[in-house]
């Protein structure tokens, strides 16, 4: 599938903001299942970005504004090839296929596979592996001592998936994984979060994804899901909101070991508190794989990524490195969305309660 996706995301301040520095996450990633061929980022007022990948391979654009602007208007838009239509999985076994995993108790007890996936094994910090996610975890190996590690993997999404109610509203940005199972519903950050510590606590590496639906035409946020790491598979993506493993609608932007290390804006400024936060996702879908003609998975160059600023002067600025002094920062900018529920379920045929995209929530906290 291919898709064009524009994220848009406008704050307004009163009294007016200064010495803004902020970093964004929003080109889409390039790997074996998807490709990224033209990015374009757009800031308004006029500022100067550095482009970095951070420590998982996440493309990150840092900016700052030093002086007075009462909006910051921050546009991406992605052209994006995915390599499988809307209902074909692009990771795992093929519908149809057997099964290859192994036994998850055999994998489990392998040090080196334990030792080499640390970081998506241990608490992070919205993944607390408390007793509570032990004693689920528990329950479904007990179900099924058996089982493969894929098999695992689908069974916890499932139980995510059928026991915990989507509702916008219920948690909040910093809710944690034992809110959810104490209020018993929550947005697709909440089940991801969830999801993820169901399978480290069984000894199965796990991690978040952030990213989009690219057949939803418009919404007001991003969604999310997870990846397990399973042989010979590799990563292999799973929706817990929908219940399904990942398909060719569902575009990666970032991965992490839990929402902190995906977010979509995360800054400073000085000035008073947020007047208006505005966000829209739209997203287009360009053609199918047969009238692409993409075949089997396979990395594709990327295209040219532009940098361009918006305002009076309506230049389009180059790309350098700089160094810039931060000051003393009061105020702290966190962006991840907003918490209104767009659009209609996921697709003909499953759960009426699953949302079109994650309403990851927005806000901004003042000292």
């Known amino acids: 599938m291919r898709y064009r996706i524009t994220h848009r995301t406008e704050y307004t301040y009163a009294p007016p903001a200064y010495e803004s520095f902020n970093e964004v996450r929003l080109r889409p990633i390039s790997d074996g299942m998807q490709t990224c061929v033209g990015f374009n980022l757009a800031i308004d007022p006029p500022a100067?970005?550095?482009?970095f990948e951070d420590y998982y391979g996440n493309s990150v654009h840092d900016f700052g504004i030093p002086y007075m602007h009462d909006r910051l208007c921050i546009e991406a838009t992605s052209d994006i090839i995915t390599f499988a239509g809307v209902a074909e999985h692009l990771t795992g076994p093929g519908q149809g296929e057997a099964d290859r995993s192994p036994g998850l108790v055999s994998l489990v007890q392998d040090e080196y596979f334990a030792d080499e996936n640390a970081e998506f094994l241990h608490p992070s910090s919205y993944v607390?592996?408390?007793s509570s996610t032990e004693e689920i975890t528990g329950a479904l190996l007990a179900a099924n001592p058996s089982a493969s590690a894929y098999g695992f993997l689908l069974l916890a999404a499932a139980?995510?998936?059928?026991h915990f109610e989507y509702r916008v509203g219920a948690t909040n940005v910093r809710s944690t994984v034992d809110d959810l199972l104490q209020g018993g519903s929550g947005v697709c950050q909440d089940f991801s979060h969830l999801l993820i510590s169901l399978c480290r606590h069984a000894g199965l590496p796990a991690r978040y994804v952030s990213g989009y639906l690219g057949n939803v035409s418009a919404s007001a946020a991003s969604h999310a899901w997870a990846e397990a790491f399973v042989p010979p598979y590799g990563w292999i993506g799973i929706d817990p909101t929908a219940g399904t493993p990942s398909t060719g609608r569902h575009v990666k932007v970032?991965?992490?070991?839990?929402y902190a290390?995906?977010?979509?804006?995360r800054g400073t400024y000085r000035g008073g508190a947020a007047s208006g936060l505005e966000v829209s996702v739209v997203c287009e879908v360009m053609g199918d794989s047969q009238s692409l003609g993409i075949g089997a998975p396979a990395r594709s160059r990327v295209g040219p990524i532009q940098f361009q600023t918006l305002g009076a002067m309506r230049q389009l600025q180059r790309l350098e490195a700089m160094t810039q002094s931060m000051g003393s920062m009061?105020?702290?900018?966190?962006?991840?969305?907003?918490?209104?529920?767009?659009?209609d379920p996921f697709a003909p045929g499953s759960d009426d309660r699953s949302p079109r995209q994650q309403p990851q929530q927005q806000q901004q906290s003042c000292d």
């Open 48 to 51: 100067t970005v550095i482009a």
């Open 128 to 130: 607390s592996l408390g």
């Open 159 to 162: 139980y995510v998936h059928d």
């Open 254 to 258: 970032a991965v992490g070991r839990d």
């Open 261 to 265: 290390d995906v977010s979509v804006v």
């Open 330 to 343: 009061t105020q702290t900018l966190v962006a991840m969305g907003s918490s209104m529920e767009m659009g």
